[in-house]
C-alpha cells in the first residue's frame, strides 16, 4: 500500500505559479511511476503529467507541455508538480497518483494508488 496526500494549492492569478506537492508513504516510493492528473467540475478526469520512476523520463499533456514541470525526489518520498504560466482553464482538483507499471503511464486506470486531491483556482 501507498498512501498519497497532496498540498499546495490554492487561488492564483492567470498568469501566476504553484508548486503542488505529493508525499507518499508506506511502500517505497521509487517502486512506482508517478503521475498528475487533473478534473475539473463537470468534466472528466484527465492526465497532465508523468514521470518514470527515478525520473529519467517525463511526458505532459499538451494543454500544460512548455508551463509544467514534473519531478520527484525519491531520497524524500516527494512528488512536485511546479505549475507556471497558469490559466483560468487550469482550474481544476489536482490528484496525484502511483503506478506499478513499468516506464510511466497517461492512463488512470493504470494507476493503483491515488491522493485526495488539492484544489487549484485561476482567476481572470
Known amino acids: 500500500q501507498v498512501q498519497l496526500v497532496e498540498s499546495g494549492g490554492g487561488l492564483v492569478q492567470a498568469g501566476g505559479s504553484l508548486r503542488l506537492s505529493c508525499a507518499a508513504s508506506?511502500?517505497?516510493?521509487?517502486?512506482?511511476?508517478a503521475g498528475w492528473f487533473r478534473q475539473a467540475p463537470g468534466k472528466e478526469r484527465e492526465f497532465v503529467a508523468a514521470?518514470?520512476?527515478?525520473?529519467?523520463?517525463?511526458d505532459y499533456a499538451n494543454s500544460v507541455k512548455g508551463r509544467f514541470t514534473i519531478s520527484r525526489d525519491n531520497a524524500k518520498n516527494v512528488g512536485y508538480l511546479q505549475m507556471d504560466s497558469l490559466k483560468p482553464e487550469d482550474t481544476a482538483v489536482y490528484y496525484c497518483?502511483?503506478?506499478?507499471?513499468?516506464?510511466?503511464?497517461?492512463?488512470?486506470?493504470?494507476?493503483?494508488?491515488w491522493g485526495q486531491g488539492t484544489q487549484v483556482t485561476v482567476s481572470a
Open positions: 497518483a502511483a503506478s506499478d507499471r513499468v516506464g510511466y503511464t497517461k492512463i488512470s486506470a493504470e494507476y493503483n494508488y
Open positions: 508506506g511502500r517505497t516510493f521509487n517502486n512506482y511511476a
Open positions: 514521470i518514470t520512476r527515478r525520473g529519467l523520463f517525463t
